[in-house]
């Protein structure tokens, strides 16, 4: 046997279990580094509560004196119905899943049929639709007429809300970016400059450095740097995460997404992690669906999906944006 020809769909809740969830819930979800809402009903509706401040008072005699309500603020996120296909020669597809396959222990070899190939070929597609769900989010941009376009991203609406002055921002130059020591100077300068609001929400734990990954290799010299034998460790062994301050550093990894867009190619933007929004639903429009399939007239294995998708930011106050000019 040297082709996978058995069909493969899911839908309903087949879709949901088998496919989407493992990829936005969980640890998966956490790696992307934002809030995911995964088959929230559409449309899609995201509250923010503000509580009320100032409630203690002078216990004098029955009555209410609650006062107005807490304060509301309501996001809607714009959902579009998106597609994702990709097709493979017959024998390389073979290898690919047959190599993914090998790896798993007490499979039988001579028989590639079963639960075991189904995983492998779910997990071919899936991680190519998730790493693709991560990129249209940061650079995604409706009105370009290829690339990531299926719905607006992070930096579209950031950048839009930076034209109007709506988001505070700075910029830097290349000249900032010469010693190891500036890339201090942005963080600080994030932090002086966030919002009071941003600056309670370090105790949460969920208060981000979001940068691209050019400003992530300054800091890890300026940590090389350090005369300390924990910095001599860690620039041998590499480090499995950074931080500022207590705040953890996001690198986006957006070079070769940025490459070709009009977005800053150079970034660092400190906000809340729940701020960011990436909204996915499989259950709410007809004909969603992950379908996997062998072509014979084109020798060729194909693989669809067909979803919703959409990201949005809920507080533009929450948000301080540094970028390269």
């Known amino acids: 046997m040297i082709y996978l020809e058995n069909a493969k769909q899911y839908t309903g809740a087949d879709l949901e279990n088998v496919f989407f969830r493992p990829m936005l819930t969980g640890v ?13 009903p559409t449309p899609t509706h995201v509250q923010l509560w503000d509580g009320q401040r100032n409630i203690l008072q002078k216990y004098s005699a029955a009555g209410w004196s609650g006062g107005d309500a807490a304060t509301k603020i309501e996001r809607e996120i714009d959902l579009k119905r998106v597609k994702a296909e990709m097709g493979f020669s017959a024998a390389d597809y073979f ?27 779910t997990a071919l597609f ?10 249209t989010m940061w650079v995604g941009d409706t009105s370009a007429g290829t690339g990531y376009n299926t719905f607006d991203g992070f930096l579209k609406l950031i950048n839009a809300k930076v034209s109007s002055e709506e988001i505070y921002n ?14 201090v100077e942005l963080f600080d300068g994030l932090w002086t400059q966030a919002s009071t609001r941003t600056q309670d929400l370090k105790a949460d734990g969920q208060l981000a450095y979001f940068v691209t990954s050019d400003i992530c290799h300054l800091y890890e010299k300026y940590l090389d740097a350090k005369g300390a034998d924990a910095a001599y460790v860690d620039a041998v062994n590499g480090r499995k995460t950074l931080a500022y301050h207590g705040i953890p550093i996001i690198d ?38 992950v379908r996997m399939w062998y072509n014979p007239d084109e020798m060729e294995n194909r693989q669809r999906a067909v979803f919703m998708a959409g990201c949005g930011i809920l507080d533009e106050s929450l948000i301080t944006y540094f970028y390269k000019q």
């Open 170 to 183: 700075e910029t830097y130059a290349d000249a900032d970016l010469t010693s190891p020591e500036k890339v």
């Open 95 to 121: 290898s690919m899943v047959y190599e993914k396959i090998s790896a798993i222990t007490n499979v039988h070899m001579d028989d590639l049929s079963g639960t075991d190939l189904e995983k492998a070929e």
């Open 126 to 135: 899936r991680q190519a639709l998730a790493e693709n769900l991560r990129a």
């Open 28 to 40: 998966s979800a956490q790696d992307l580094g934002v809030r995911v809402l995964y088959n929230m």
């Open 252 to 289: 986006v990894r957006l070079g070769s997404y940025l490459t070709g867009t009009s977005f800053h190619k150079s970034f660092c933007m400190l906000t809340d992690r729940r701020n960011l929004v990436l909204a996915v639903n499989t259950a709410d429009m007809p004909g969603n669906e």
